[in-house]
Structures are given as structure tokens and as C-alpha cells.
């Protein structure tokens, strides 16, 4: 059974910053690529960043520059480092993660809220 928990979400004003935190528990599995996606009201849940267990990341076009994440392989750990926040960054962060059993599978937190304001 895989968890993913979030934390670090809240209320900022914009050209903020904020960091997200999640931690991923369970056994039986090996971790390969881990990441955030967001959802905002009324919009479908799109990739933000993900990072490979080599560390090779990718990023959402509209966060490059100013988001960054990171992972801890050894406290199966990712982390996303977000700066000069703007309001249209405002939406429900998902960590996620794509793991390896007996077969792969992809999992989801329970989300996180971060709201920017004007």
C-alpha cells in the first residue's frame, strides 16, 4: 500500500513563496519518477514538474524559472520550491508517483491547497 502526504500549502501573496513537501511510504515497490500536478477550479490537472530517480527534471512551461523540485531517495522524500508566485498559480497541488511492483502503477495524494492573492 503506497501513501503520498502533503504538506506545505497555504496562503501567500503574490511574488511569494512557498515549498511543498511530500512523503512517500509503503513497501513492496520501488519509486521511479515522482512530481506535483495541480488543478484549478473548473480546469483539468496538469503536470507542474517531475523529477526521475537519477534526478533528471522537467517542468511545466509557465513555472520554469521560478519552480524547482527536488527529491530525497533516501527519505523517499520530493519537495517543490515555489517562487515569485502568481495568482493564476493558485490551484490544488497533487504530489504524485509512478511506481514499480510486480507491475507500475501511478498514485496520487490528497492534494494540498495553495492560494495566491493579489
Known amino acids: 500500500q503506497v501513501q503520498l502526504v502533503e504538506s506545505g500549502g497555504g496562503l501567500v501573496q503574490a511574488g511569494g513563496s512557498l515549498r511543498l513537501s511530500c512523503a512517500v511510504s509503503?513497501?513492496?515497490?520501488?519509486?521511479?519518477?515522482l512530481g506535483w500536478y495541480r488543478q484549478a477550479p473548473g480546469k483539468r490537472r496538469d503536470m507542474v514538474a517531475t523529477?526521475?530517480?537519477?534526478?533528471?527534471?522537467n517542468y511545466a512551461d509557465s513555472v520554469k524559472g521560478r519552480f524547482a523540485i527536488s527529491r530525497d531517495n533516501t527519505k523517499n522524500t520530493v519537495n517543490l520550491q515555489m517562487n515569485s508566485l502568481k495568482v493564476e498559480d493558485t490551484a490544488v497541488y497533487y504530489c504524485?508517483?509512478?511506481?514499480?511492483?510486480?507491475?507500475?502503477?501511478?498514485?496520487w495524494g490528497q492534494g494540498t491547497q495553495v492560494t495566491v492573492s493579489s
Open positions: 509503503g513497501s513492496g515497490f520501488s519509486i521511479n519518477v
Open positions: 504524485y508517483g509512478n511506481f514499480k511492483g510486480s507491475y507500475s502503477f501511478n498514485y
Open positions: 523529477i526521475t530517480s537519477g534526478g533528471s527534471t
